[in-house]
């Protein structure tokens, strides 16, 4: 049984900083199969989820939505399953429920349904 605990969500002021990390329980991949990785998505009220950061646990190649490179870094930590979102300068528009997300087979690192396992997701909220 694959479980994603999402923790660091939280309450910040405009131009601060909250790293965010996924840790993967009972999730056994394999690191030398290079389509493996873990990302992170959020979703606005009303709207679809979508890709904020993305990391291959292979290679450590990372994917970024535009709106948050410069500003967030995604990185793993393999010898505990984990993956770290460190989120700098947020903004007002940053405000979402951030998900955790992690697929075997992942081509489009943007497309929900490559992702088989999902976290229960943690509120990230930015104030003024």
């Known amino acids: 049984q694959v479980q994603l605990v999402e923790s660091g969500g939280g309450a910040v002021q405009s131009g601060g900083s909250l790293r965010l990390s996924c840790e993967a329980l009972?999730?056994?991949?394999?690191?030398?199969?290079?389509?493996?990785?873990m990302a992170w998505f959020r979703q606005y009220p009303g709207k679809e989820r979508e890709l904020v950061a993305a990391i291959y646990i292979r290679d450590s190649t990372t994917h970024y939505h535009d709106s948050v490179k410069g500003r967030f870094t995604i990185s793993q930590e393999n010898a505990k399953k984990t993956v770290h979102l460190q989120m700098n300068s947020l903004k007002l528009e940053d405000t979402a429920m951030y998900y955790c997300?992690?697929?075997?087979?992942?081509?489009?690192?943007?497309?929900?349904?490559?992702?088989?396992?999902w976290g229960q997701g943690t509120q990230v909220t930015v104030s003024s």
């Open positions: 997300a992690a697929g075997e087979y992942v081509a489009d690192v943007s497309v929900r349904s490559e992702y088989k396992y």
């Open positions: 009972g999730y056994t991949y394999s690191y030398t199969y290079r389509s493996t990785c």
